[in-house]
């Protein structure tokens, strides 16, 4: 009796260790009855082939039911629980190469005490040598008395707990061992019989297929959560599309940088194709052929319309749905701050381009105008003391001749001055090279195409590409037109009644029966009265209430140093037009 | 130079404005003096007389806006004017914020120039007035002896003598002998007057000693 001891092997095939079958039941008749076990709760008592369709379809159903890991666990612990007649039961998952305890299930008068926990093996108290065994063989051990003699006799769990009667079952599921559960009773021997085992094992692969797919589900959860998070944090528009031009959905992301709602998107069915400006829809097809073939969009910038037909500069990537070919995932990106910020930096560069180039001429008018301001304010109070002189009774002939004195040579004085500045300019090393105007023309008008825009002044270029080249200080010559664009935009600043239009012109013309090439800058402006035509040239001569009346003056100064000629003159209807004349170089005569 | 006639002060490192300046000034009849730098006219004495300066904003060395800050912490500071080649305005702003009477950019208008210095000189005429009236109160309250100062603060407070002689702890009689010495030291007929005179040298009623309250 002592050494009593059924081991059972998975396929159901019994083995003993010390006797047949036959001889067993013989010898111990007594192991043939089902005598009621003090278990927990009622157990099943009929052999498989007669057990209650009902109870096998409720175990079934309660297990195959759960989908929420934790709960499967629960009703799988229970149900094992209640119908083995186990008093203690463990239900371990293979994690990674080593087991760890899911959950254990223990019986306290008519209550079963199911906590989930997580734990490794060493923690919890089990009979590691069968664990290891029904792991590797992935057969079950039954032991109807574990107090008796059997191969895991020397297992220290058993020598210790004095466990009588222990069931080990894999669960596999497609040949994969999913788990194990491990059930044990301490007080009494032969519980787990084969009628309970049978059903035993219907809910362990029942079971197993439960976990596996709550595994899985859970894993899905995961990875849509994951997925999910990445829709939802809005970081980038992401959009479902198909290749019939459909959005089928849309994160908030993307339906905010195109500006529509949500009950836009169900109600209107705005398609990717239908946001897409006609520029673009080249573009888009070499995508929609790159996904065809490869799967993937590499990024690309492109436009979308917004709801109120403004567009967003957007940088749009995409991947088919793997095994679909017609629907896939895009991600968008709004470049619209990138965007502002390379105008910003190009308008920035433009405007220091322009203002280094300015200051130059705005530095040299500002010395010569302090240096010719100064006798200027001398003549000006001399000749005031002067009248005074004069007013006098008697007038005061001497003071007034002394004043007058001093005016003539403070005149002169200024005039000097000038003079000085004019031969500098003239001695200004001038670096000419041939060089074609409309390249000038063209690079002053990049550097005031922020300037216009900004105040809304129309542009029109006529300029003939067939002139010959001049010879010219690019930079000089730069100057001169910047100055001239910039007096015509300033002359418009106040008109409101009429278009404002800066027209540029380049052209061929005839300069004293040379070949020159005329560049006009004609504006919509105030215009030049009689009195300006005659001193707007002068030096300190301005409109302007700032003005320093330079600009102009060193104009001329420069034009004149090539070889040319700077007029103006006021337009038939409104506004000036200044215009300088070059002649052109040598080797374009021949 | 007879001394109480107004002058002007020229300071201007341009010697062609230098000398045009002087003679637009004398043109019209005032007396006018120039230097060439700011260092000049702080080191020269200054007749008693109502004066102004006509001064050049840029000069090397001391320039215009540092001699107008030097001048503003003087016993007796000079009217302004201050005249630019190139003003701009946060200079201006300093200028005038510093008490400048006018500034102007050259070439100026002769007249403004001239308004600036006549306007400027009945600043100065009315605040050197204004200095010896003060000087002389000064003079006269420090001609009163202790306890006919203590009667003039009282009084001035609006005290009737009754209460002043309760302040003092003297009689009626001695306050009303003390009130007659102070009108008569301060060169007033009436309490008014007095009143004016007490806010010029800086006496109210304001610091009188907490009245007796029994």
Redesign the interface.
């Known amino acids: 009796m002592a050494n009593l001891c059924r081991f059972t092997v998975c396929a159901g095939l019994r083995l003993t260790l010390l006797h047949e079958p036959g001889e067993l039941d013989q010898l111990y008749p007594q192991l043939r009855e089902e005598e009621p076990v003090p278990g927990p709760t009622s157990t099943i008592g009929a052999s498989v082939e007669h057990l209650d369709l009902a109870t096998v379809i409720k175990v079934s159903q309660a297990v195959s039911g759960e989908i929420v890991l934790g709960k499967l666990i629960d009703t799988l612990m229970r149900t094992a629980i209640e119908h083995a007649g186990a008093e203690r039961g463990l239900l371990i998952l293979p994690q990674g190469v080593e087991q760890r305890i899911e959950a254990e299930a223990t019986t306290s008068g008519d209550t079963i005490i199911v906590r989930l926990r997580e734990a490794t093996m060493a923690e919890a108290a089990m009979p590691e040598s069968i664990i290891h065994y029904v792991v590797r063989t992935r057969e079950s051990v039954i032991l109807d008395d574990a107090s008796a003699q059997h191969p895991f006799s020397a297992d220290t769990y058993i020598r210790q707990q004095h466990a009588r009667s222990i069931l080990c079952l894999p669960l596999i599921n497609q040949a994969k061992l999913i788990g194990l559960l491990y059930l044990e009773n301490k007080l009494a021997p032969h519980v787990f019989t084969p009628t309970r085992i049978a059903v035993l094992k219907l809910l362990a692969s029942q079971a197993a297929i439960s976990l596996e797919n709550t595994r899985l589900y859970r894993d899905l959860t995961e990875r849509e959560a994951k997925i999910r998070r990445l829709v939802d944090a809005n970081i980038m528009g992401i959009f479902i599309w198909n290749l019939q031009g459909e959005i089928i959905e849309a994160n908030e992301a993307f339906l905010h940088m195109v500006q529509y709602s949500r009950e836009d998107l169900v109600s209107d069915r705005p398609g990717w194709t239908d946001l897409t400006p006609a520029e673009w829809r080249d573009r888009d097809e070499r995508a929609v052929a790159e996904v065809k073939t490869t799967g993937t969009v590499q990024p690309y910038e492109k436009e979308f319309f917004r709801k109120d037909g403004s567009r967003v500069p957007v940088l749009v990537g995409a991947a088919v749905f793997e095994g679909s070919g017609n629907e896939g995932v895009a991600f968008v990106l709004d470049l619209s701050e990138q965007k502002r910020a390379e105008d910003a930096l190009h308008q920035a560069q433009a405007e220091l381009a322009r203002v280094s180039r300015m200051t130059t001429m705005e530095q040299l008018a ?1 010395s010569i ?2 240096e010719v ?10 000749g ?3 009248l ?2 004069l007013s ?1 009774s008697p007038p ?1 002939l001497r ?1 007034a001749r ?2 007058v004195e ?1 005016i003539v ?2 005149g002169n ?1 200024a005039s000097d001055v000038l003079k000085r500045v004019r031969a500098l300019l003239r001695k200004a090393p001038l670096i000419k090279s041939s060089l074609n105007v409309n390249e000038v023309i063209q690079e002053v008008l990049a550097l005031v195409g922020g300037e216009l825009r900004k105040r809304g002044l129309e542009l029109s270029a006529e300029l003939d590409f067939n002139l010959p080249s001049v010879m010219a200080d690019f930079v000089q010559l730069q100057q001169v037109l910047l100055n001239l664009v910039m007096n015509a935009i300033e002359s418009m600043t106040t008109i409101t009644d009429r278009p404002r239009v800066l027209q540029i012109q380049s052209r061929l013309h005839d300069l004293a029966g040379r070949s020159a090439v005329l560049v006009a800058v004609r504006d919509s402006g105030v215009g030049l009265s009689a009195d300006g035509m005659a001193g707007v040239f002068e030096a300190f001569y301005s409109t302007k209430p700032e003005g320093m009346g330079m600009g102009l003056w060193i104009c001329r100064s420069i034009i004149e140093a090539h070889d040319g000629q700077l007029t103006a003159q006021p337009n038939d209807g409104v506004g000036a037009t200044f215009q300088f004349v070059l002649p052109a170089s040598a080797e374009d005569h021949a | 130079m007879k001394t109480g006639d107004p002058i002007v002060f020229v300071v201007d490192d ?1 010697s ?2 230098r ?3 002087t ?2 000034i ?3 009849g005032l007396l006018v003096e120039a230097f060439k730098f700011a260092r000049e006219f702080l080191e020269h004495r200054r007749g008693d007389a109502p004066a102004c300066l006509v001064l050049d904003v840029r000069l090397p060395g001391l320039s215009g806006l540092d001699l107008q800050r030097e001048l503003v912490r003087t016993e007796a500071p000079i009217p302004i004017i201050f005249i630019t ?2 003003g701009d305005i946060p200079m201006s702003v300093r200028a005038i914020k510093e008490g400048a009477v006018e500034f102007l950019a ?3 208008r ?1 007249q403004d ?1 001239l308004d600036a210095i006549q306007h400027a000189l009945e600043i100065d005429r009315a605040a050197r007035q204004e200095r010896s009236l003060v000087a002389e109160v000064r003079r006269r309250y420090e001609s009163l002896t202790k306890r006919e100062r203590e009667v003039m603060r009282l009084v001035v407070s609006g005290l009737l003598n009754k209460q002043i002689a309760g302040e003092l702890g003297s009689s009626e009689v001695t306050v009303k002998m003390h009130r007659g010495q102070v009108m008569r030291k301060m060169k007033v007929q009436s309490l008014v007057q007095l009143v004016r005179m007490a806010e010029k040298i800086g006496i109210t009623g304001e610091a009188a000693p907490p009245t007796h309250e029994n």
């Open positions: 500002a105008a302090h301001n100064q006798p200027l304010a001398a003549v000006v109070t001399s005031n003391a002067c005074n002189w006098t005061n003071k002394d004043a001093r040579r403070d004085r | 341009d062609s404005m000398e045009a300046l003679d637009l004398a043109s019209v080649g190139h050259k070439p100026f002769d120039l």
